[in-house]
């Protein structure tokens, strides 16, 4: 996640990830080679889905293509969590992070008071509706 971090927020080839996402046509302008970029990132994120899926495979012992399924909403909470806490609306390294810890620490206290595991669900779909409502409640109070 540091590398991640460290890759996009502190290197020329990150800036121009963010500016192709932001704006393909300002970035093409701007004179970013537009279609280079988008490869580059599709092979980043190529690499790390094989590599979860390795660490997945050897984790289970086994290889199926629904392994994963369980761990893809928590996924989606914890990425749109880390963009509607931090900075509203923008999707980035250290926001999933936060949103990530959040999760796990909501599942760890429901694990330790022993509630069924369909309470998780729950959970995070209560966390992300209080996250954006929250959210949009700050942003129409900050225009006010």
């Known amino acids: 996640?540091?590398?991640?971090?460290?890759?996009?927020?502190?290197?020329?080839i990150g800036q121009e990830i963010q500016a192709v996402g932001g704006n393909p046509?300002?970035?093409?302008?701007?004179?970013?080679?537009?279609?280079?970029?988008?490869?580059?990132g599709?092979?980043?994120?190529?690499?790390?889905?094989?590599?979860?899926?390795?660490?997945?495979?050897?984790?289970?012992?086994?290889?199926?293509?629904?392994?994963?399924?369980?761990?893809?909403?928590?996924?989606?909470?914890?990425?749109?969590l880390g963009s509607a806490t931090l900075r509203d609306g923008e999707f980035h390294v250290?926001?999933?992070?936060?949103?990530?810890?959040?999760i796990a620490f909501g599942f760890n206290g429901l694990n330790i008071f022993g509630a069924p595991t369909f309470s998780q669900y729950v959970f995070q779909g209560a966390i992300l509706i209080i996250a954006v409502g929250l959210s949009s409640l700050g942003r129409s109070l900050a225009e006010s």
């Open 1 to 12: 996640l540091g590398i991640l971090w460290v890759l996009v927020e502190r290197t020329s």
């Open 25 to 40: 046509a300002a970035a093409r302008l701007a004179g970013i080679n537009v279609d280079r970029i988008k490869t580059l």
């Open 42 to 80: 599709f092979v980043i994120s190529g690499m790390c889905a094989s590599l979860t899926g390795i660490l997945l495979a050897s984790r289970l012992g086994s290889g199926t293509t629904s392994a994963a399924d369980s761990y893809l909403l928590t996924a989606f909470a914890a990425v749109f």
């Open 94 to 102: 250290l926001g999933t992070l936060v949103g990530a810890l959040i």
